[in-house]
Structures are given as C-alpha cells and as structure tokens.
C-alpha cells in the first residue's frame, strides 16, 4: 500500500510561520486529554475512504470482512467506495462520511479502508465539536495522519496509528488489535525477537542513536504527511513530547529534508525522544551521492541529547504497532523499546 509522493519541495515554505505559537493557539493542552469510549465484540465499527481510492472493489469487501471476523457489525460511509480521480470522491463526501460516523451513536470506532494521500484537503471540514462530544477510536496510518493530528490538536481526543481497513490483518496484528481495544492492556512494545534461520537477528532490529529513556505524549506518524502540516493549526504543541515517525519510497536526502523542516519550525529542540520506525524502500541510489539514513538520523537526533532510536515495528511493513497518538508513553532508547504509562479508553 503507497501512499503519495507528495509535497516533496512545499514544506520549507511553511517554516516562515510560527508554528510553535500557531500549535498552541488552537491545540488542546494535555490536561484536555480526551480518552475515546471502550470497544467490544458486537459493537458497531464505520469504516470510511478518507484518502485514495482502493483499486479494486474487492478490497472493499476485504475490510468488510476483517472488521466482522474481529468481531464486530459494519456500517460504511455513504461515500466510501466513490472515485474522483485519485481521491476517494470529493473533500466534502469524505469529510461527510467522517462526521457522519463520529455524530452516529451506534457507531463506536472509525476505521480508514487506506491512506494514499487526500486527507489532509478535509482538515477544515471535519466537526471537531461533534467529534469531541463523541469520542471513539480513528484507527489507520500513512495518510490517516493528517487526521491524528488534526483531530489530537482540535480536541485532545486519543486516535490510534496502526493497519488501514485494507491492510495485512496478519496474526501479528490482530493479535495487536485485541490486547489494545478488547483487553485494554497497558501495551510494552518490543519488537518481535525471531532470527529465523539466521544465526544472529537481522530483521527487527532496532538501533540506538541516544541512549536513555524518556516519558510524553506519543505524537507524529507518516514524516511526509506531518511536515506538510507545518505552519497549520492542525498539529499538536510538541513540548515535551515523545515524537514517532515513519516513512516509504523517500530517498534519505528527502528525509533530510523533512527533518531539518521540523528542526527550523523548533518541534525538535522541543521534544523529550524521538523513535524512529521503518523507512520502507529509503535506501541511496547508486555511487557516493547521499548520506545514508543513519547519517541523517546521527546528524539530526544526537545533537538533541534526548533519548532517540530506530527501527521500531511503525510504518509500511506487514506486522505493525498499534500506538496510541496522544498517549502516555516511557520510551528506553538503549533497549529500543516503549509502554504505556495510562489507559487509553475510557473506564
């Protein structure tokens, strides 16, 4: 699943504003933290196309079938399986399906069907009152970062970074979905410890790029979809918080310069750790142009001294966290490893 290549030269226009002061002018302080009602089996679950449309009709019918075989019944968004070029139909359908699933009493989790790229078009749209009166679970990632973001920074509400609708629900995963939204489990993750037929772990592995452990607010998700947010009310203040990123298909000078964009706008002298997750297909093309990732990762994150790592199970891989954005979290950069410090649901 791939999202857009998009934005790629806009976000350093945005560094003029004053982003720090713009985040905290409309961003709900952590004291407003709002926690989404509990989940269970036979609830009623939305599932709605706030991006890209699917490619096929069929997965449609996939994301359907996921969300029964969890356990739960499925109303659709009345737009959700629409096309307007790339888009999963217009902004306002798709804003519409939105608000429609949050203002729906019976409805008790929203889930995106993929990301791709178009969410963040639908920012001024969305009914934060009626989503803040009607707090549920937002469940997706990639693109579905624009509306984490959006919707933690308009209302506080707690919204969680994990697979699309459409997506892998390998074991893994809805094994990750269950011990997040049925048990309710203050989650430790680690990443899974499995060499396979190697003699020493390859795959899986995270690195250290500062040592030390660090505590916040879990915010951030897809790098690209975040800093073409820069400069908008629609991201969180970062003060003091935990800031996770992922990526797909960036060559490592574009990740270069998505993080030197969050340098200049001040997000990363203000956080207290960053985790890094998987950075799909970023690898330097060929000869002795580029710095490579972890470079890029020393020369950003080192000078901080806070708490950083790479190679958390975030991003666009099959097996993949569940993580609340706007949750409590400890992070132990040494071990490359992070809990939960609080509940996420109401009680």
Same mark, same amino acid.
């Given at each position: 699943m791939h999202r857009r290549q998009f934005l790629a030269h806009a976000a350093g226009a945005a560094v003029i504003l004053p982003?720090?002061?713009a985040s905290k002018v409309f961003a709900t302080p952590s004291s407003g933290k709002l926690l989404p009602v509990p989940l269970a089996k036979g609830d009623?679950?939305?599932?709605?196309?706030?991006?890209?449309?699917?490619?096929?009709?069929?997965?449609?019918?996939?994301?359907?079938e996921v969300m029964q075989a969890l356990g739960f019944k499925v109303k659709?968004?009345?737009?959700?399986?629409?096309?307007?070029?790339?888009?999963?139909?217009t902004d306002a359908g798709r804003a519409g399906?939105?608000?429609?699933?949050?203002?729906?009493?019976?409805?008790?989790?929203?889930?995106?069907t993929r990301g791709g790229s178009g969410a963040a078009r639908l920012l001024p749209l969305l009914d934060y009152k009626a989503i803040r009166r009607n707090p549920k679970a937002l469940l997706g990632f990639s693109d579905i970062t624009?509306?984490?973001?959006?919707?933690?920074?308009q209302t506080g509400l707690v919204t969680f970074h994990g697979p699309n609708g459409s997506g892998s629900w390998n074991r893994f995963n809805v094994d990750q979905f269950e011990r997040v939204f049925f048990k309710r489990e203050l989650m430790q993750y680690r990443n899974v410890q499995d060499p396979g037929d190697e003699l020493v772990q390859r795959r899986n592995?995270?690195?250290?790029?500062?040592?030390?452990?660090?505590r916040g607010e879990l915010v951030g998700g897809n790098l690209s979809v975040l800093v073409a947010l820069a400069?908008? *009310? &629609?991201?969180? +203040?970062?003060?003091?918080?935990?800031?996770?990123?992922?990526?797909?298909?960036?060559? *490592? &000078?574009?990740? +270069?310069?998505?993080?030197t964009t969050l340098k200049l706008m001040g997000v990363l002298d203000a956080i207290a750790g960053v985790i890094f997750g998987d950075c799909s297909d970023c690898e330097p093309g060929n000869g002795y142009g580029s710095l490579t990732l972890s470079q890029i990762l020393d020369d950003?994150?080192?000078?901080?001294?806070?708490p950083a790592f790479q190679g958390a199970m975030i991003g666009h891989i099959r097996q993949q966290f569940i993580v609340p954005v706007g949750g409590l979290v400890e992070m132990d950069a040494d071990a490359g490893t992070f809990r939960m410090l609080e509940p996420v649901f109401q009680s």
């Open positions: 982003f720090l002061r009623w679950v939305g599932l709605v196309s706030p991006s890209s449309a699917l490619n096929d009709g069929f997965d449609l019918q996939l994301a359907q659709t968004g009345e737009h959700y399986a629409e096309r307007r070029g790339h888009l999963a139909g399906d939105i608000n429609a699933m949050f203002s729906d009493p019976e409805v008790k989790a929203v889930i995106a624009a509306l984490h973001n959006a919707i933690h920074a592995r995270t690195i250290t790029i500062a040592g030390g452990t660090g400069g908008s *009310p &629609y991201l969180p +203040d970062f003060t003091g918080k935990i800031l996770f990123i992922e990526d797909v298909s960036e060559a *490592p &000078y574009r990740i +270069d310069r998505m993080l950003h994150l080192k000078p901080l001294k806070i």
